[in-house]
């Protein structure tokens, strides 16, 4: 790994542990024990450490996406609750400040570099379908937009925040999931409840041992 990439990666660590916000440029030079004009040089500024830290963390999110998906194979109900259930164990772990930032002190970036596209979640819900686990008729854009409006909604509503403080699964049972069943045919809806049946049992075995 060369310099310029640890950099980075140190400086995301930083930034997803305290927000943007609270992480100075002073800080970032001492966690990387580097001059503050070296870094200047390398990044231009502030502003462009935070857009490759950024793009770092998204494709970071990406290739965790594409594992799921390589893991579940044929299972389209599987892996798309899966990267879903692993996007925000994730974003449990960053301080609410990191998003909160982008999107007040960095709006141009918050909007061209935004984690919620779900490429990958179109291809599945077209996979699923073929499969007969979702309506013919269902407007994917539409269905990927939506969820990706209750996924922002979840993450970035300060009430929200304040009353849950990141504790997703009642905001996933009831928001996410009857949307997502709404979606579903009836053998989709089988599929779905095999799903949770079977992460369930896993969930009580692991509490066994």
């Not at 580097?34 to 040089?41: A, D, I, R």
């Not at 879903?84 to 960095?106: R, S, T, W």
């Not at 069943?181 to 041992?209: D, F, N, P, S, V």
């Amino acid at each position: 790994m060369d310099k310029k990439q640890l950099y980075i990666e140190k400086t995301l660590h930083l930034f997803l542990q305290k927000g943007i916000k609270n992480v100075t440029m002073s800080e970032v030079t001492q966690a990387l024990n580097v001059s503050s004009k070296t870094l200047y040089k390398m990044f231009d500024g502030k502003t462009g450490l935070v857009l490759t830290c950024i793009r770092l963390h998204k494709y970071q999110m990406s290739e965790m996406a594409q594992r799921i998906i390589d893991e579940k194979d044929e299972n389209v109900l599987d892996a798309i609750i899966s990267i879903h259930d692993a996007f925000l164990g994730e974003v449990v772990q960053i301080d609410p400040a990191y998003f909160n930032d982008i999107a007040f002190y960095y709006p141009e970036i918050w909007e061209t570099e935004s984690y919620f596209d779900f490429k990958y979640t179109k291809g599945l819900m077209m996979r699923g379908i073929k499969q007969g686990l979702f309506h013919k008729n269902l407007d994917v854009e539409l269905a990927v937009d939506t969820i990706v409006l209750l996924i922002r909604a979840m993450i970035e509503h300060k009430d929200l925040q304040g009353k849950y403080k990141q504790n997703y699964e009642p905001l996933y049972n009831s928001m996410l999931l009857p949307y997502l069943k709404g979606l579903c045919t009836m053998h989709g809806l089988q599929k779905l409840r095999e799903y949770h049946k079977a992460k369930l049992q896993a969930a009580r075995k692991a509490e066994a041992i």
